[in-house]
C-alpha cells in the first residue's frame, strides 16, 4: 500500500494526473490510511479532480 501511495504522490507531481489517483485508489483500497491522504500536500494537485471527490465521498 505503501508503494501505490508513493507513486501517487511522484505522479501527481509530474502533473499524470490519472495515473497519480489510480495509485492512489489502489493504495486506499489496499489500507492506505484516508487520514494521511488528506493531510499530506503531496496530493494537493488531486484535490481539484472529480475523481479525488469521489474517493473522499467513499472515506468520509
Known sequence: MFVF???ATAYAA???H???M???KKAVE???PW???VLDPGYNELRKLPDYEEL???EK
Open 14 to 16: 509530474l502533473g499524470e
Open 30 to 32: 489496499l489500507g492506505y
Open 22 to 24: 489510480d495509485a492512489l
Open 5 to 7: 501511495s508513493a507513486m
Open 18 to 20: 490519472k495515473t497519480a
Open 56 to 58: 473522499s465521498k467513499r
Open 35 to 37: 487520514h494521511i491522504v
